[in-house]
C-alpha cells in the first residue's frame, strides 16, 4: 500500500507565498512523474505542474513564472513553491505520483490541502 501525505496549506494574502510537500510512503520501488493538481469549486481537476524522476518540469500557463515544483527523490517528496499568489489560485491542492512496485504502476493521490488566497 502507497499513501501520499500532503501538507503546507492554508489562509494567504494576495501576493504572499505558501509551500506545498507531498510525502509518499508504503510500498515503493520507485516513483516516475510527481505532480500537483488543484480544484476550484465548480471546475475541473487541473495540472498546475508537474515533474519526472529526472528533474524535468511541465507548468500550467496560469502558474508559470509564480511557481516552481521540485522533489527530492531520496525522501519520495515533492514540493510545490507557489509565489505571487493571486485569488484565482484558491482550490484544493492535490499531490500524484506515479509509483512503481515489482512489475505493476499505478497513480496514487493524496486527500487534499486547501488553498485560500484573500484578496
Known amino acids: 500500500q502507497v499513501q501520499l501525505v500532503e501538507s503546507g496549506g492554508g489562509l494567504v494574502q494576495a501576493g504572499g507565498s505558501l509551500r506545498l510537500s507531498c510525502a509518499a510512503s508504503?510500498?515503493?520501488?520507485?516513483?516516475?512523474?510527481m505532480g500537483w493538481y488543484r480544484q476550484a469549486p465548480g471546475k475541473q481537476r487541473e495540472l498546475v505542474a508537474a515533474?519526472?524522476?529526472?528533474?524535468?518540469?511541465n507548468y500550467a500557463d496560469s502558474v508559470k513564472g509564480r511557481f516552481t515544483i521540485s522533489r527530492d527523490n531520496a525522501k519520495n517528496t515533492v514540493y510545490l513553491q507557489m509565489n505571487s499568489l493571486k485569488p484565482e489560485d484558491t482550490a484544493v491542492y492535490y499531490c500524484?505520483?506515479?509509483?512503481?512496485?515489482?512489475?505493476?504502476?499505478?497513480?496514487?493521490w493524496g486527500q487534499g490541502t486547501q488553498v485560500t488566497v484573500s484578496s
Open positions: 515533474i519526472t524522476s529526472g528533474g524535468s518540469t
Open positions: 508504503g510500498s515503493i520501488f520507485s516513483i516516475n512523474a
Open positions: 500524484n505520483a506515479n509509483v512503481k512496485g515489482l512489475g505493476w504502476s499505478y497513480d496514487y
